[in-house]
């Protein structure tokens, strides 16, 4: 059966005494040694309607359950940011995006939100997108199913205090890939597709702004889902010149939900 939100908080309370994150979201999947990747039996509970996924419109094609990038047909790409850091960052970096006319998609980590707790509405009042990356950022392709629940969970609420929903996308913490546990768990919570990518942009090893630009726009194609971070100074230098790079080739920044439409 599906935690209630305090036990949901209690396992994220377990995992963090237990597990140590990275600190980028850039680590390889890796099996749990040891647990089940068989989800909890039983039926979910739903979440109350307030909480629920803004998903596909009634009528589409439902996303299958992980994507890493969109449609190769169209001029568009999403820029994806991990939601952590100094918030005045973030900030300018926001700003900087909005003079370059993109609109992207944060994965806000839970703990951040409840110390930034206007960053939330500050992300979406730029025109952007909020999404789920766990509560507290570990590792959570190693997490038993009610561990990754919590996780999961307890950000999705935080989000929903904030916003009103849960919003619509869910990335997992320190692996690039959802594994099915990973999968059913988000599924459980209101998430039923997770978002991966296919360019690393390793802005988070700080390799410097000039870096992160050829590292981006080396990769880059239409419909590609880009991993970017804020937190990092070079990230916000690279951010003016990876959107001159796109507009050069025809691309537009867009959020998911666009990207994915």
Known sequence: MPLDRRSALSAAAAVAAGLVGLSGCDSP?????GRSATPEA????????????????????????????????RPNVALTFHGQG????ARQLLTELERGGARVTVFAVGTWLAGQPAMARRVLDGGHELGNH????????RMTPAEAF???NACAQRISKLTGTIGTWF???????ANTLIRAQASRVGYPTCVSYD???LDYTDPGSPSVVRTTLSRVRPGSIVSLH????????AVGPILDGLRQRGLHAVTLKELMA
């Open 29 to 33: 999947s890796r099996p749990s040694a």
């Open 42 to 73: 039983g039926p979910a509970s739903p979440l109350p309607a307030h909480t629920k996924s803004t998903g596909p419109a009634p009528g589409r094609t439902p996303l299958p359950p992980e994507v890493d990038a969109g449609p190769r047909d």
């Open 86 to 89: 100094d918030a005045a960052l």
């Open 134 to 141: 766990t509560e507290n950022h570990l590792d959570i392709s």
């Open 150 to 152: 919590g996780e999961i």
């Open 171 to 177: 990335r997992p913490s320190q692996t690039q890939h």
């Open 199 to 201: 360019v690393d942009s």
């Open 230 to 237: 804020f937190g990092h100074r070079g990230t916000l230098a």
